[in-house]
Each structure stands twice: as C-alpha cells, then as structure tokens.
C-alpha cells in the first residue's frame, strides 16, 4: 500500500512533541509522502501553543523539502455539547481540522452522551477527522459514529499511536477491531493517523497494519493512498 498523506501529525510546538517542522517535513520526504499535516493541539491540553500561534500559521511554506504542508489542528471536543476549543474565527486558517476527545480536557459522562457530543462536532461542517474515537478516552457507541461518518463528511481515524505497545492501552485494540468491522460493513472509509510527535513516526502505521489484515480491510476504504479520494469523501479541495 503506497501511503501519500499522514494528516496528523504534531511539532516541538505542542508542547510535548520533539521535531520542528523542517525536521518533520524532511522525514515526510525521505518516506515518498506528498502531503504532510501539522496539526498541534488545540489550547486546553497543557503545553499547547497559545492561539496566536494559529494567527501565523501563513508564515510557514506551503512546500518543505518537496512535502505539501497542510496546516491544521486537533482541537479538542472539550464538553458534553460537542464545542471545541478554539472559536470559528481560526477555521479558516486551516486547511484541514481535527477534532477529539482528550480526557484531560473532556468530562466524560454516559455512552449516550459520550457519544452526542462527539456526534455535534460531527455535524460541525469544518471539522474533516475525528483523532482516535476508539482509543477509549470516552465510552462511545461506535457504531452511531461509523453511521454519521458518510452523513457528515467525517473521517474516523485509526490512530497508531493509542495502538503502540507502550501506551499501555487495555481497550485500544479490542475498538479499533470493532471500528474496522463496522466501517467495512457500512462501506464507509477511514484515515490512517500516526498522530506522530516525532519525525520518526512519520506515516509509522505499524500497529494499524496489523488490524487491517486481520479483519481483510479493504484498501479502498483507506484515504492515505490518494488524496483525491480524501477530497472526495471530505469535500476539500486540497493539493
């Protein structure tokens, strides 16, 4: 499977990643992608850059070492009502917005709610992916989330980083396996994130490979292979 894109990915400026962007879109080059996407944390995860840092997002080249630079962010779904945090007025700087839960950031309640709230920022027209919903931050009814996918234009993210051995994450796995079952069941696509903090684990999707061969993942249903087909799914318009 020849990967083009990795659409989440994080700086030295979040706070508590390693790698500059230079660094990052390097390593992008050296493993053939042509899009990279920088997306730092949004604000109310401890370390994240102020918002004023999104304000300058314009200074950095659309082209690094060959990469397309795809300027976004993880915003956080930050309460039970699906708002995230930071205000409509940064969207338009982005080319691309992820969304998702963090519980040091999110009040976790019942599945139900758990689940509407991540449903909202769904619905939310400028949100593009939700990051690791079936890493278990939140109890979530994933199949209503596979439903909503093609509803609202939304990709799920299979995250390899909540999949790594050393995140010590009970319930990872045994979600992502369901989220993979029901995506191919509802024919509905998803998005590979390496949600990388280093420029090593740059499209690094190790333990997400694992799961695609065991449940015979279509390669049709994965939007890493073509931009095209991202933009299509997504209805960006990005190159």
Same mark, same amino acid.
């Not at 390693?18 to 990279?36: D, H, N, R, V």
């Not at 730092?40 to 060959?66: Q, T, W």
């Given at each position: 499977?020849?990967?083009?894109?990795?659409?989440?990915?994080?700086?030295?400026?979040?706070?508590?990643?390693? #790698?500059?962007?230079?660094?990052?879109?390097?390593?992008?080059?050296?493993?053939?992608? #042509?899009?990279?996407?920088?997306?730092?944390?949004?604000?109310?995860?401890?370390?994240?850059?102020?918002?004023?840092?999104?304000?300058?997002?314009?200074?950095?080249?659309?082209?690094? #070492?060959?990469?397309?630079?795809?300027?976004g962010a993880e915003l956080n779904i930050c309460d039970l009502q699906g708002n995230?945090?930071?205000?409509?007025?940064?969207?338009?700087?982005?080319?691309h917005v992820v969304a998702g839960v963090h519980k040091v950031c999110f009040p976790?309640?019942?599945?139900?709610?758990?689940?509407?709230?991540?449903?909202?920022?769904?619905?939310?027209?400028?949100?593009?992916?939700?990051?690791?919903?079936?890493?278990g931050a939140a109890t979530v009814n994933l199949e209503a989330l596979v439903r909503?996918?093609?509803?609202?234009?939304?990709?799920?993210?299979?995250?390899? #980083?909540?999949?790594?051995?050393?995140?010590?994450?009970?319930?990872?796995?045994?979600?992502?396996?369901?989220?993979?079952?029901?995506?191919?069941?509802?024919?509905?696509?998803?998005?590979?994130?390496?949600?990388?903090?280093?420029?090593?684990?740059?499209?690094?999707?190790?333990?997400?490979?694992?799961?695609?061969?065991?449940?015979?993942?279509?390669?049709?249903?994965?939007?890493?292979?073509?931009?095209?087909?991202?933009?299509?799914?997504?209805?960006?318009?990005?190159?």
């Amino acid at each position: 499977m020849k990967i083009v894109l990795d659409l989440h990915t994080h700086s030295i400026a979040s706070g508590h990643a390693y #790698s500059t962007i230079q660094e990052m879109a390097a390593a992008a080059a050296e493993k053939g992608l #042509s899009f990279l996407g920088i997306t730092e944390h949004g604000p109310l995860v401890p370390g994240a850059p102020d918002p004023i840092y999104f304000r300058n997002l314009h200074c950095i080249p659309k082209v690094i #070492s060959g990469v397309r630079i795809l300027h976004g962010a993880e915003l956080n779904i930050c309460d039970l009502q699906g708002n995230l945090d930071l205000g409509e007025e940064y969207y338009k700087r982005f080319d691309h917005v992820v969304a998702g839960v963090h519980k040091v950031c999110f009040p976790a309640s019942t599945q139900t709610k758990n689940t509407d709230a991540v449903l909202a920022a769904m619905h939310n027209p400028r949100v593009n992916i939700i990051s690791h919903p079936a890493d278990g931050a939140a109890t979530v009814n994933l199949e209503a989330l596979v439903r909503a996918s093609r509803e609202t234009a939304t990709l799920l993210e299979v995250n390899n #980083s909540s999949l790594s051995p050393q995140r010590k994450n009970p319930v990872a796995r045994a979600l992502n396996t369901e989220m993979l079952q029901l995506c191919r069941k509802y024919d509905v696509p998803v998005i590979l994130g390496s949600d990388a903090h280093i420029s090593f684990s740059i499209a690094d999707y190790t333990h997400v490979y694992e799961l695609l061969r065991e449940t015979a993942f279509p390669e049709e249903l994965i939007v890493n292979t073509d931009m095209h087909r991202f933009n299509r799914f997504t209805g960006l318009q990005l190159a």
